[in-house]
């Protein structure tokens, strides 16, 4: 009855809740560690946002208390203005800064022609409205494992387009090659789906890598093959990439035969560590799509309010200037069976108390991969989850009989970042 | 080529961009009224907004600046907590004043529970993600005419569910009846359709008249007469309401058969006018349709920074007890068929420069009727309106040959927005 009242989407699972990323979340959210109330809580280390430039914003608002206050510069109340403001095609003023920021974040190799951007409300809705655009129904995106799990939600359910994943392989570090593209091509072949593209992550979520100029150019090749493919680069992360990060946007500016094929998407979530503020974007050479994707942004505006108060952060040179970034999370193997890597995830989770995501859930091709996150909590959090995991490993090691040699990647990891060498970078 | 490259949705035009309704927006925006730099630009009367309440939120804002500067009452800061919060289950404190404010609103005659309250960026999105929840993609929702022009979009454009109209007359002011339902789901049947229920507006956009309870009874007469069909009440305008007005919500409390299949929309920019905010909400008693929207609503949440302020400013009860509210758009009548209504319209858009909205871009069966806004201007720009109707209606019954009777009511109207008594009760 329940499924005959609702739609299928509405009664289904497909938004992926029951996944184990997800589960995880929720055992945070019922039990959340608080240094004081709750010590014995669950620590959040499934976020892979940066709280660490938070400082330098709340400073920034002191000096600047006019841009939260409903003022201008002068003085001048901008109350009314903002109120009414709900034009889709956004606050002149926050597009230049936000493009501005983008190049800043990009070292400017590349520039961002404000009027092709469309701002929405997250990257979780600019993935979507690119899906929306650039496929039917039943049609196909290509996606390299191991991919971020909410993209079974964000890419698939509303829209009823498909994920072909790309299996990546860590003998070459997860890279993407022509040969695993060609490859998932006929997987959807076989499975009748028409292939409209590649939606990548650069820097990868969840390996915390960046696409190397060689996989940027086969991701181009396998566009330019044909001429209904498109390249989406979902590149949120790229204020913490590690070194040699080159955006897609740089090099897709110079090939001509993929021009208004590549997307680009963006969000003040993750390197600003602002996901409360709901600000994602879309950037497209073609007009099709920005003016498509410019209406369908009617459905996830972002607030006027948030709007005028980031235009004033982010075109402050000063201010970005100042901001420094690095790395927030990584992705660390421990070789072993599916079966084994849900063990030890639920042990993490249920005993240690810890929120870390499994390769699993990532869609990872091989067992024993898990995500850690380390910029969303104080340095003291962060101490408190490295003890937790040191005594884990040392009781789960005298345990593991099976001379699996569990933990060699965890040990080390949980060494380098209780280093004075790591603390003093932060 | 951009057919095949892009979706079908993304080619199309179903938008609705060129519709009437939008076009006298686009005209609009490009020459925009200003009483110093541009007098003879057009005034915007197809906005229903009330701007008039905006002196009463700045002394508010005046006095309570940590709302929108990032602290709390005791003076603590709060801005990394809100930056961070991305709950899709909304602020609590927020929800809270949303469900306190939409039953003052409604004369507390019904109360909220704030754990049915969905938050959406806006109304536009709640009303689509209750398509995506109640039907599938070629199912139908009936629609009494006439409606809202952007409800083809917001119903239909992405998630492929069809709008069956109810055919409402001006013999009976337009009223729903049972029989209109009826004979709509004869049309349904006739292509095919499977009905998922009914969406009404109330109070009624465009006609600015509110549901009669004997209309409310038909609804939820039909609704009941069948177990898998659900009535959506779009109550944006519930604070415009006229005298008479009863919320949905109140009727189906007290309705057991339809329990669960009764869901109301909710919106603070068009009583509040705070259209910008982009602040809407699903109310409902059916825990499926609360979970899976509550899911959907990650593609457009509300910024926090805006749930904070609104938290504070709606929980006031001294300031949302200060609000009036009166009606904020009328719908007029002037007899004549489809053809004289897009001439009379042409003409009031491009030589009269006003933006008003012809009958037919809201689907209405009758010719010759108008939405014409007139809260959302200044009382002086509503002047010179009013002024440039006047000259126009003058000069357009000298040139009336064919004793059309043209502009009787448009006169009766003008004359009572011109007189001292509408003029004191503003």
Redesign the interface.
């Known amino acids: 009855?329940?499924r005959?009242?609702?739609?299928?989407?509405?009664?289904c699972n497909a938004?992926g809740?029951d996944s184990s990323y997800f589960l995880g979340w929720q055992e945070y959210?019922n039990d959340p560690y608080d240094p004081i109330s709750n010590p014995k809580g669950m620590i959040q280390m499934g976020l892979a946002?940066n709280?660490l430039c938070?400082d330098l914003?709340?400073t920034w608002?002191e000096k600047h208390?006019q841009a939260?206050?409903?003022k201008r510069d002068d003085g001048k109340?901008i109350?009314?203005e903002?109120?009414?403001?709900?034009?889709y095609h956004g606050l002149p003023a926050f597009k230049n800064a936000l493009a501005k920021y983008m190049a800043e974040v990009r070292g400017n190799g590349v520039r961002f022609d404000p009027s092709k951007l469309v701002l929405t409300?997250?990257a979780?809705?600019a993935n979507?409205i690119l899906m929306?655009?650039?496929?039917?129904?039943g049609e196909a995106f290509l996606v390299p494992t191991p991919y971020y799990p909410g993209f079974d939600?964000?890419l698939k359910?509303?829209t009823?387009v498909e994920i072909v994943p790309v299996l990546c392989s860590s003998s070459n570090g997860f890279r993407i090659t022509r040969a695993a593209l060609d490859a998932a091509c006929r997987r959807a072949q076989e499975r009748r789906l028409r292939v409209k593209g590649v939606l990548v992550t650069n820097p990868s979520n969840p390996l915390g890598t960046a696409l190397a100029c060689g996989e940027i150019d086969a991701l181009l090749d396998f566009v330019s093959s044909r001429?209904?493919l498109?390249l989406v680069s979902d590149e949120i992360y790229a204020g913490a990439a590690p070194e040699g990060f080159v955006s897609v946007a740089e090099v897709a500016a110079a090939s001509a035969s993929t021009a208004g094929?590549v997307h680009i998407v963006c969000s003040l979530?993750k390197d600003l560590?602002?996901?409360?503020?709901?600000v994602g974007a879309i950037y497209s050479e073609?007009e099709?799509?920005v003016s498509?994707?410019t209406?369908?942004s009617?459905?996830?505006?972002?607030?006027?309010?948030?709007q005028y108060?980031l235009a004033a952060l982010l075109g402050d040179g000063e201010f970005t200037g100042s901001l420094t970034y690095f790395p927030i999370y990584i992705y660390i193997d421990r070789s072993t069976t599916f079966e084994a890597e849900m063990e030890i995830w639920k042990k993490i989770v249920y005993q240690v108390r810890l929120n870390i995501s499994p390769g699993s859930s990532c869609h990872c091709d091989e067992p024993g991969w898990f995500r850690i996150c380390f910029a969303?909590t104080s340095e003291e959090t962060l101490e408190i989850a490295l003890d937790r995991l040191k005594i884990f490993i040392d009781s789960y090691q005298s345990s593991d009989t099976k001379g699996h040699n569990t933990s060699r990647e965890f040990i080390k990891w949980v060494s380098h970042f209780s280093s004075s060498e790591f603390k003093s970078e932060r």
């Open positions: 009855m329940q005959e009242l609702l739609s299928r989407k509405a009664a938004h809740q959210e946002e709280q938070f914003i709340e608002l208390p939260g206050g409903f109340r109350f009314q903002l109120a009414l403001f709900q034009d409300a997250g979780t809705s979507e929306f655009c650039l496929a039917e129904p939600r964000d359910w509303r009823g001429d209904d498109h094929r979530s560590g602002l996901p409360g503020f709901r073609d099709g799509v498509a994707a209406k369908m009617s459905f996830g505006l972002v607030s006027s309010q948030t108060l969303n």
